[in-house]
């Protein structure tokens, strides 16, 4: 009859490879990865979701109306950002739109810093979880003023502001009908419907 091991077994976790930027770029360069595929994230290579027709139609419409309350030279759209310096060398985020606080021709290279930055954009669609913990504390350790999340699939904006030592002090949550005003554009007002069909 088998026996109950009585020992302790000590449990380890798998060996994980964590990636900096640096490798990320050799990785794409040598063909072993399709840099438009990942972003790198506290070391780790982070698939991106394939966008489905919901998440376009959001994309699209909020960034009509970024370009409109900013300016088409402040607004991008999927583009690489820096975070806090001590965590650049292994975290890139690529979020889905960027309100800057000056025209995007006057950075001719490299990233936007967090300092650059008056607004970043996620849209969520399966990835809500990782936007609201992983991505808002590494934006929030970065002192990115203010960070929205779409939540696509209850439709509505999860606003964060006021970031204090690695963590955001408000986090508020607009219904798809509440109207939210940028702080960089107090006059301006955004409603989540805004960002639906029907």
């Known amino acids: 009859m088998p026996t109950i091991l009585a020992e ?36 780790e290579l982070i698939l991106k979701v394939s966008k489905h027709r919901p998440h376009v139609n959001a994309f699209s419409f909020l960034y009509l109306w970024l ?4 300016g088409d030279m402040a607004v991008n759209g999927e583009a690489p950002i820096d975070v806090h310096p001590s965590e650049n060398r292994v975290s890139e985020p690529v979020p889905d739109l960027i309100v800057l606080n000056r025209t995007f021709d006057s950075i001719p ?27 808002a504390g590494v934006y929030a350790r970065a002192g990115i003023i203010e960070y929205w999340v779409l939540d ?10 006021d970031p204090v030592d690695g963590t ?4 508020l949550v607009y219904g798809e009908n509440e109207a939210i005003a940028p702080l960089a554009a107090p006059d301006a ?8 069909v029907g």
């Open 189 to 196: 007002e955004f409603r989540p419907s805004q960002a639906f």
């Open 152 to 161: 696509i699939q209850t439709r509505r904006m999860i606003v964060h502001r």
């Open 168 to 171: 955001y002090q408000s986090v």
């Open 109 to 135: 290279s490299g990233n936007p810093a967090p300092s650059d930055l008056n607004l970043v954009v996620e849209i969520s669609d399966t990835s809500l979880h990782f936007d609201l913990t992983t991505k």
């Open 67 to 70: 370009l409109r309350t900013f």
């Open 8 to 43: 302790a077994i000590e449990l380890h976790a798998p060996e994980r490879k964590l990636w900096t930027r640096g490798e990320f770029e050799r990785l794409g360069a040598a063909s072993l990865i399709d840099p438009e595929r990942f972003e790198l994230m506290d070391g």
